[in-house]
T-cell receptor, first 116, second 113 residues
Framework: GAVVSQHPSRVICKSGTSVKIECRSL??????MFWYRQFPKQSLMLMAT?????????EQGVEKDKFLINHASLTLSTLTVTSAHPEDSSFYIC????????????FGPGTRLTVT | GNSVTQMEGPVTLSEEAFLTINCTYT??????LFWYVQYPGEGLQLLLK?????DKGSNKGFEATYRKETTSFHLEKGSVQVSDSAVYFC????????????FGQGTELSVKP
């Protein structure tokens, strides 16, 4: 099956700093990538959808200036959490989709962000 | 809008017990239905899917049948193992919403030896 990686798997940052999370599709071209946020023992909340070469489409209530998404190539998307605060601490999961994955979403292993 | 409702967990079973996790959905049109599994500290893995009414998805001993008349996609396994302990998410994808997946709240399964 298609493989999606995320880096880092865990990150701790200080309040007020920015942190970047990478999502890569390793064996297929991902025309679309999705970013989710998951709170403990809860479901996944879609934050934004990004198409390669285009601006991301954010879900209602998600601050686009705080959660910067870039999808500059067919194998890489990044999520930058700017001026992080403790309430941004969460598990962030990306997924990737493309013709080579039959447009099914394949998920990365997630990134645990802790803001101190 | 589209939505998915799962039975609440946690579900605790003994090894080799029969498993059912209920999932019902609300959708316009004809969505595709999915079950994903999330092991502790990991992302989601697709477990099985069905794309049209009466389809049965199956994988690793798990199965689910797309029931349009009852708008359900219940997950079943005849004999669970300790290694099946995880959180299971039911999801749908369909118009409207394009490629977006709509997830249920997840059901935690714990299998005891």
């Amino acid at each position: 099956g298609a493989v999606v990686s995320q880096h880092p798997s865990r990150v701790i940052c200080k309040s007020g700093t920015s942190v970047k999370i990478e999502c890569r599709s390793l064996d297929f071209q991902a025309t679309t990538m999705f970013w989710y946020r998951q709170f403990p023992k809860q479901s996944l909340m879609l934050m934004a959808t990004s198409n390669e070469g285009s601006k991301a489409t954010y879900e209602q209530g998600v601050e686009k200036d705080k959660f910067l998404i870039n999808h500059a190539s067919l194998t890489l998307s990044t999520l930058t959490v700017t001026s992080a605060h403790p309430e941004d601490s969460s598990f962030y999961i990306c997924s990737a989709s493309g013709a080579q994955s039959s447009y099914e979403q394949y998920f990365g292993p997630g990134t645990r962000l802790t803001v101190t | 809008g589209n939505s998915v409702t799962q039975m609440e967990g946690p579900v605790t079973l003994s090894e080799e017990a029969f498993l059912t996790i209920n999932c019902t959905y609300t959708a316009t049109g004809y969505p595709s239905l999915f079950w994903y599994v999330q092991y502790p500290g990991e992302g989601l893995q697709l477990l099985l899917k069905a794309t049209k009414a009466d389809d049965k998805g199956s994988n690793k001993g798990f199965e689910a049948t797309y029931r349009k008349e009852t708008t359900s996609f219940h997950l079943e396994k005849g004999s669970v193992q300790v290694s099946d302990s995880a959180v299971y998410f039911c999801a749908l994808k369909g118009p409207p919403g394009g490629g977006k997946l709509i997830f249920g709240q997840g059901t935690e399964l714990s299998v005891k030896p």
